[in-house]
């Protein structure tokens, strides 16, 4: 049996993890369930997994848990805080946790499951952006397993010989790896007239054509940001320069990703959009377990298409590039930017195109420093979000 702490349980990934472990009771039991604010969505997942712990963002919604856990007679122990988070996802009780917090804010607890030598389904990419070195250290030091969630790099994992994945020195070209091909749908915006941008509303921006997703990653995915953070995620994940990751879109979103061999050879995975397949890999490997997800029908899809990334379209996926070759701090400048502009457009404070600029502005700034412990992290993180706020 194994114990899971879902971080961000009331999130799109969160929901499909709970999905996926409700389908195989003799294998996973719920340990903790994570939430920020969405208390009575909360609840009722405790109903259904019977957590030891949950923990939400402050008092008022622990009350407020507390309230409707006692009134369902669950014995489910309520904490909240930053703090808790850290608590729940190094507890000695849980094996594995889902990393699905949104931002920065999953830094800290997914740090601290890496430390504690768990199992770590990664989905919160914004983790590995902003302390890449740090993370990947602490799981090769604590002996933690790091497990990609995003639907790319699980591709990415499935496709790459599981001896590379035991080293921790790991050198592509003794594999024969060439290249990563990491595929991306292109967003709601890739054929849209470019001179339309600045005009797009949030409710158009967050209606990606093949995936359902929180409205950061959504937004994320329109400007490319994903991609870009996305290359970052896969450098550290898989030990691969800049150099050899190559974006390609793909609108229909079947082939998750490739990976390009020196004998010509191209090593695909495909499937559905439906982050269950990822999770349910994830969670398994190196078995295999039902996750919901049909296979897919490639007659009916009947067509596959791949087309270059227009960087003028989508000057996010050279920002990455950029902060990914200057190294140091500069990928998690750049996220913190990143977090400030959408959540500014979200709100309808700033139009689309101002989202990439006021990434360049505050990465042009900013210069990058070193990443030595997680305190110089943050301390970076809340100084590119204070230009950021100044800029707008
Ligand atoms: P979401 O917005 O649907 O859910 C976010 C979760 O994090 C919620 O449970 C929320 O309560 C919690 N949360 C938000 N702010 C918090 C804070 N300050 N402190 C503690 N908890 C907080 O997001 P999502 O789409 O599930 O994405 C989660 C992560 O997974 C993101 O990093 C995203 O990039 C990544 N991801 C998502 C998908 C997808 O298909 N949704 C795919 C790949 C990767
Ligand atoms: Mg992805």
Not at 318 to 329: E, V
Not at 346 to 369: E, K, N
């Amino acid at each position: 049996m194994q114990y899971i702490t879902i971080l961000g349980s009331t999130g799109s990934i969160g929901v499909s993890t709970l999905d996926v472990i409700a389908r195989h009771p003799d294998r996973y039991r719920v340990y903790a369930l994570t939430a920020q604010n969405r208390v009575e969505e909360l609840a009722a997942q405790c109903v259904q997994f019977q957590p030891s712990i949950a923990v939400v963002g402050n008092a008022e919604s622990a009350q407020k848990l507390q309230l409707i856990l006692r009134q369902q007679g669950l014995k489910t122990q309520v904490e909240h805080g930053a703090a808790a988070l850290c608590a729940v996802a190094s507890a000695a009780e849980c094996d594995c946790v889902m990393a699905a917090i949104v931002g920065a804010a999953g830094l800290a607890p997914t740090l601290a499951a890496a430390r504690a030598g768990k199992k770590v389904l990664l989905a919160n990419k914004e983790a590995l952006v902003m302390s890449g070195p740090l993370l990947m250290d602490a799981v090769a030091s604590s002996g933690a397993t790091l497990m990609p969630i995003d639907s790319e790099h699980n591709a990415i994992f499935q496709c790459i010989p599981a001896a590379y994945h035991d080293q921790h020195q790991r050198t592509p070209s003794q594999h024969g790896i060439e290249k990563i091909l990491l595929t991306a749908s292109g967003g709601p915006f890739l054929h849209r007239d470019i001179n339309t941008l600045d005009k797009v509303t949030c409710a158009e921006a967050i209606a990606h054509p093949k995936w359902v997703m929180g409205r950061k990653i959504s937004v994320d995915s329109a400007t490319m940001m994903n991609k870009g953070l996305e290359v970052i995620e896969a450098h550290w994940l898989f030990g691969v320069p800049a150099s050899q990751i190559e974006v390609v879109i793909h609108p229909q979103s079947v082939v998750h990703s490739m990976v390009s061999y020196v004998d010509g050879s191209v090593l695909a995975q495909l499937g559905n959009p439906d982050m269950r397949t990822p999770i349910a890999h994830a969670m398994a490997y190196p078995e295999r377990i039902a996750s919901g997800v049909a296979s897919i029908d490639l007659v009916k899809i009947a067509q596959l298409t791949f087309e270059a990334p227009d960087l003028v379209r989508f000057p996010c996926l050279k920002l990455a590039y950029d902060a990914l070759q200057a190294g140091g701090s500069a990928p998690a400048i750049m996220n913190a930017a990143n977090e400030i502009a959408v959540q500014a457009f979200l709100d309808g404070r700033i139009g689309f195109r101002v989202i990439d600029q006021l990434i360049a502005r505050v990465m042009a700034a900013l210069p990058s420093g070193p990443v030595t412990d997680i305190e110089s992290v943050f301390e970076q993180d809340q100084r590119a979000r204070d230009v950021a706020n100044s800029f707008i």
